[in-house]
């Protein structure tokens, strides 16, 4: 479902805009995938430096910057939108517009005024509820049903330029943030394209984010991701699920990290205190602030994933021992 304006116009004799797109991770792919299989011309691309990722901590591009490869198109990526030297470059691409999903660094104002149509974000939640850097991580935790993505136009503010378009996508009871923000990346690309189109049509203006309805989505860190066991167990199940994939949910137990993957809630089941496990026939049950929660996979410090039984039986757990403590 798209909301706001006018997003599929019926084109005029504009030519087709000339773009700059600037994006980093896997989930900005299906948009600049869709960007050039439109009318629009992509000229270049705009990503993150190559980093250091991995085990083996070895030297890699991003998933925008290898699609862009593949495509033939030149790659920018200055440490800083700043550099005077990527500037002058922007000047030189005279882009009508530069579309953006999850670049990962602020634009300065030098940047911002450059392309006539300005910078158009493409941002994973109904704006103006959840701005920031994990809007879909945090939808997930609060125990929302719907969320979205939206396209507006950058400015300096975080998340609060006004916005061109709308696409809402119901949140499943199982989904982590990997499966919804998997599904947003397809809707959302193809809102954006819709959104470049107006644009080009001259048939879409941005409205202001009303006042009302604001939430904040900060980056969620590492220690961010531990495991509250007191909390109820919706609670916790949401919680887990909305660090799933990253930064992963996690706990400790017998003094080590250990990562804990979605689990189920057990109505009317057994209810150990919190942090508790109990292990009976195969299952392994965490208790927590209202009732307990079953684990399905489990990966211990320096190991691999596995099932939640597997863990169990080399664990050897003693009566009343608990994880988290």
Known sequence: ????????????????????????????????DALLASDHEVVAVLTRPDARSGRG????????????????IPVLQPASPRDPEFLAQLSELA???????????????AALDSPRHGWVNLHFSLLPAWRGAA?????IMAGDEVTGASTFLLEAGLDTGPVFGTVTEEIG???TAGDLLERLAVSGAGLLVATLDGIEAGAL????????????????????????WALPAHVVDRRIRGLTPAPGAWTTWRGERLRVAP??????????????????????????GNGGVRLSQVQPAGKRMLPAADWARGARFAPGERVGE
């Not at 909301?3 to 773009?19: K, N, S, T, W």
């Not at 882009?95 to 104002?109: K, S």
């Not at 209810?271 to 049950?285: I, K, M, N, Q, W």
Request: glycine share 10%; hydrophobic share 40%; proline share 16%.
């Open 57 to 72: 901590r070895k030297v890699s591009r991003s998933p925008v910057a290898e699609r862009a490869d593949e495509s033939g």
């Open 173 to 175: 009871p199982r989904d």
């Open 263 to 288: 689990v189920d809630l057990l109505p009317g089941g057994p209810s150990p205190a919190p942090g508790e496990v109990l292990v009976d026939a195969g299952t392994v049950v965490v208790g927590t």
């Open 1 to 32: 479902m798209v909301r706001h304006g006018c997003l599929d116009p019926a084109r005029g004799g504009e030519p087709p805009l000339r773009l700059l797109f600037a994006g980093t991770p896997a989930p900005a792919v299906p948009s600049l």
């Open 135 to 139: 809007p879909v991580q945090h939808a």
């Open 205 to 228: 203006e941005p409205r202001p984010q009303p006042a009302e309805g604001v939430s904040l989505a900060p980056k969620v860190e590492t220690a961010d991701a531990r495991i509250d």
């Open 95 to 109: 882009v009508d517009c530069a579309p953006v999903v999850a670049y990962g660094a602020l634009v300065p104002r």
